[in-house]
């Protein structure tokens, strides 16, 4: 898929509203055919803004958006051949659902037995077909959405583009709707643009994710790449908890690159590339709460596992399938999700515990 050309590529795109800073930053980015990209970031990151500029209701200040080559700024949002789901409804309130999913193809001057056919098609896609006649106020918020979505897949539009499509549904919707909208996205092979502010959501449905961060891309990659291997402090903190110790860049060793805790001890991890950080240069290890054990207790475990850390425990919360705990470490609240099964009676504040860190944890900028 990386050598097929982008459907749409931001070229330098830059967006301001009020001539002081720059809302989206000389933004590039490549969308591919076929793929489930997801926006991320947090509020008033410009993901908003960029779905707005690539659906034609704002226009860049800088910049070209190339689809299939060809600069679309220009053309208005009619013309661009996508589909647009908003986390408000906007549907028609005084059109019944079929006529507010024909809409659409009437614009498009789709004739009227091809119509009624394509309305079908899309209520059928979304399970709703026994509700053509009702009209938006009567069906649930779920429902609505889902007549959204509808409405913007009716005429088959090439980008589907969502803003948080999922964000006035109650937990228990939401995680179906997510299921049903990748569903539609593998059954229609269509290319989806999402945004949402929701990880967990982003993690789950996407292909990519574009981590956003005062309008510019920190981070772009597979969620297994951005959640285990986070460029920088920001991603990392951002997508999943994480923990941080702060230490100092101490040099490659054995294929690892070493980071220095102030108490002396070493972590390693994976190499980076050849000069990204310099001897003495303060950084940090980031590592996941599920990826920290308890340490056996006795001599410190085989030369193949991580350092060994102890401090004393601050809270430890018990959910059942998971024992979170918080332990004071070099001054630092390092928080570790630990297996019941791994501790007989659970550690008590102000008692002394010993962690296992994992064998290689991630370097990140400070
Ligand atoms: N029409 C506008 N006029 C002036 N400022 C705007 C306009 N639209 C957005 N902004 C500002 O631009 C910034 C980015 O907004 P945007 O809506 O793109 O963020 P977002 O990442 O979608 O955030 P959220 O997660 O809250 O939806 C914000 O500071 C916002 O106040
Ligand atoms: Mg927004």
């Known amino acids: 898929m990386t050598d097929t050309p982008p459907i749409v590529a931001f070229d330098k795109v830059s967006k301001t509203y009020d001539e002081k800073s720059w809302i989206v930053d000389n933004l590039s980015l490549d969308i591919r055919a076929g793929e489930f990209l997801t926006l991320l970031g947090p509020s008033g990151s410009g993901k908003t803004t960029t779905l707005m ?178 460029r920088d402090v920001f991603v990392a903190g951002f997508l999943g908890q994480t923990n941080l110790l702060t230490g100092r860049y101490d040099g490659v060793d054995d294929q690892c690159s070493v980071i220095r805790l102030a108490d002396g001890t070493a972590l390693r991890a994976q190499r980076p590339e050849e000069g990204a950080f310099t001897l003495g240069q303060t950084v940090n290890a980031a590592i996941r709460p599920e990826r920290i054990r308890l340490a056996p207790a006795g001599a410190a475990g085989p030369a193949a596992d991580g350092a060994v850390l102890a401090g004393p425990v601050t809270s430890c919360v018990f959910h059942g399938d998971h024992l979170t705990l918080h332990v004071d470490i070099l001054g630092r609240d390092v928080v570790a999700k630990i297996n019941p099964g791994e501790t007989g009676a659970l550690p008590v504040p102000g008692e002394i515990v010993r962690l296992l860190l994992p064998s290689r944890v991630t370097l990140a900028l400070a």
């Open 53 to 230: 500029m690539l659906a034609g209701f704002e226009t860049p200040d800088h910049g070209r958006i190339l689809m299939d080559g060809r600069d679309i700024v220009p053309l208005a949002p009619h013309k661009r051949d996508m589909g647009v789901v908003f986390q408000s409804y906007a549907l028609f309130p005084h059109m019944s659902v079929d006529e507010n999913i024909e809409f659409p193809l009437v614009a498009r001057g789709v004739a009227a037995g091809e119509r009624r056919r394509r309305v079908a098609e899309a209520l059928d896609l979304v399970q709703l077909g026994a509700l053509g006649g009702r009209r938006p106020g009567q069906l649930s918020g779920g429902q609505q959405q889902r007549i959204a979505l509808a409405r913007a897949l009716v005429y088959r539009p090439r980008l589907v583009l969502m803003d948080e499509p999922l964000g006035a549904l109650d937990k228990a919707l939401r995680l179906h709707m997510q299921t049903e909208i990748k569903q539609l996205h593998q059954q229609l092979g269509l290319t989806f643009v999402y945004v949402t502010h929701d990880q967990d959501e982003a993690l789950t449905m996407s292909d990519r994710i574009a981590i956003f961060h005062q309008g510019k891309i920190a981070q772009l990659g597979g969620p297994e790449e951005l959640y285990n291997r986070p």
